[in-house]
């Protein structure tokens, strides 16, 4: 079973420019998550999708972040324009749909590591 | 709302000592719990998971019961060895929402 896939692994940009994170779930799970991880920290919820619908985006920075999953599979995140409070992991993660189970758990991807200067 | 406590790091521990890390969390109704862990440069990864009261996961030689009656989750091992430094999470799902905790950072010396 292939994992959840991302690019860029890495991505340096100055700030005020622009930036787009691509994720593509495991096959046949329904529900996709973005995460912000800043260096020493948990990861922060910034977006919930189930489906193509949106769960949760209740800490999505909604001025400048924004997100889309079209057609319930591949998702992508953009940051326009970036800050460098920014600068973390951006790790997106799949899992079968938690309204139908409570106990599935999260498969991640390796995140891309941006760098805002 | 819902929400999970973990024990400040780092931990710093020899080889073969006994290891725990305190969980403790918050929820309505009846809550699944993980342990999720991060290697250096990597995504999270499950450990393991208890999804009713009394349940014990278990992975690699670690071990965690979910506790209704304290609202624990605690993370041992009996022996951690070099390959186990890497940042725990615990977290719950609760409401069709992941909650995790602030992770807490285990470094094994040889």
């Known amino acids: 079973e292939a994992g959840v896939a991302q690019s860029p692994r890495y991505k340096i940009i100055e700030k005020r420019q622009s930036v787009a994170f691509w994720c593509n779930p495991i096959?046949?799970?329904?529900?996709l998550y973005w995460y912000q991880q800043i260096l020493g920290q948990g990861p922060k919820l910034l977006i919930q999708?189930?489906?193509?619908?949106?769960?949760?985006d209740s800490q999505l920075p909604k001025d400048r972040f924004s997100a889309e999953r079209l057609k319930g599979v591949d998702s992508t995140l953009k940051i326009q324009p970036a800050k460098l409070e920014d600068s973390a992991v951006y790790l997106c993660?799949?899992?079968?749909?938690?309204?139908?189970?409570?106990?599935?758990?999260?498969?991640f991807g390796p995140g891309t590591r941006l760098t805002v200067t | 709302g819902d929400s999970v406590t973990q024990m400040e790091g780092p931990v710093t521990l020899s080889e073969e000592a006994f290891l725990t890390i305190n969980c403790t969390y918050t929820?309505?109704?009846?809550?699944?719990l993980f342990w999720y862990v991060q290697y250096p440069g990597e995504g999270l990864q499950l450990l393991l998971k208890?999804?009713?009261?009394?349940d014990k996961g278990s992975n690699k030689g670690f071990e965690a019961t979910y506790r209704k009656e304290t609202t624990s989750f605690h993370l041992e091992k009996g022996s951690v060895q070099v390959s186990d430094s890497a940042v725990y999470f615990c977290?719950?799902?609760?409401?069709?929402?992941?909650?995790f905790g602030t992770g807490t950072r285990l470094k094994v010396l040889a």
């Open positions: 993660a799949s899992s079968l749909d938690l309204s139908r189970g409570h106990s599935y758990e999260q498969y």
């Open positions: 096959s046949g799970h329904a529900t």
């Open positions: 999708f189930q489906n193509n619908g949106v769960v949760d």
């Open positions: 929820a309505t109704g009846y809550p699944s």
């Open positions: 208890a999804t009713k009261a009394d």
């Open positions: 977290a719950l799902t609760g409401t069709y929402k992941y909650i």
